[in-house]
């Protein structure tokens, strides 16, 4: 059926279609099409209540010519569907062993916030995990003391822009010319460290050195106590998030891989409690 579309978007000039290893919530394949390459993205059918379409389409809007996000040639808001150009020499985060890579997030986050924009909808860390909560039917994991750090993320109202929501190493992508931040499936109006923190999470960056590089690019300098605190705390919601994410999806797809994201999530939340 994908390949039906594929074919049907392209109006069959199509030389070959692969499916990619890329992407948890989506399909995603290379494409040759009259001598060029392209991405083509196709949401899985229980997508449309993990992501909001109308979000993910003014946030690409925004970051349009800002050399952060993969060119687009086509996307449709209703469907998910996206066509992107294919960048050859791209890396994801994992993939790219440069000691540096860790620097080069910060830097390109910094950048991407430095953009200093407002989408104008909201992304509710807390309405998101409410709404992954209600589709639990059998809880796999709880977390004691939850409510102090829902209760925290309740009160960071300061500072809100754009952001991407989901620093997973995929959507982090290194060329020889420049760094890439893609895929806005999650992107909404934030408080900026909750994308930090998305990314120390995301990618289990426990590692002092790895940490510092990242802050330093980020922040210019490492942070005070204080502001450690606070990342701390964002950091825990998104254990607490993102096991309620993988439980959702765990019982919808019965894929072992969100069984483990979920467990990853929890100890990772168990291990920061005993800091």
Known sequence: MSELIIRQLFNNNVTSITLTDKGLTNQNWLVESKDEFFMVRIPYQDSEHIVFRQHEKAAIDLVYRQSLDVETVYYNEKTGIKITKYVKDLLTFNEYSGKDKCYRVGRLMKKFHSLNVISGFLFDPVQRLNQYKAQIKNRIFTFDDEYTYI?????????????????????????????????????????????????????????????????????????????????????????????????????????????????????????????
Not at 194 to 213: C, G, M, P, W, Y
Not at 242 to 255: D, G, I, T, Y
Request: aromatic residues 18%; hydrophobic residues 35%; proline residues 2%.
């Open 151 to 275: 209760h925290f993320i309740q009160n960071q109202l300061d500072g809100f822009t754009l952001c991407h929501n989901d620093w997973v190493a995929g959507n982090i992508g290194f060329s020889t010319t420049r760094d890439y931040l893609i895929d806005y499936e999650y992107a909404g109006d934030n408080h900026p460290y909750f994308d930090v923190t998305s990314f120390l999470s995301e990618n289990q960056i426990f590692e002092k050195t790895a940490r510092t590089n990242f802050y330093v690019a980020y922040f210019s300098e490492l942070p005070d106590s204080q502001t450690l605190d606070r990342l701390h705390h964002f950091e825990m919601f998104h254990h607490i998030l993102w096991c309620h994410w993988a439980m959702m999806m765990f019982e919808s797809r019965k894929e072992d891989i969100y069984r483990k994201i979920a467990q990853d999530k929890f100890d990772m939340y168990q291990s920061g409690r005993k800091k």
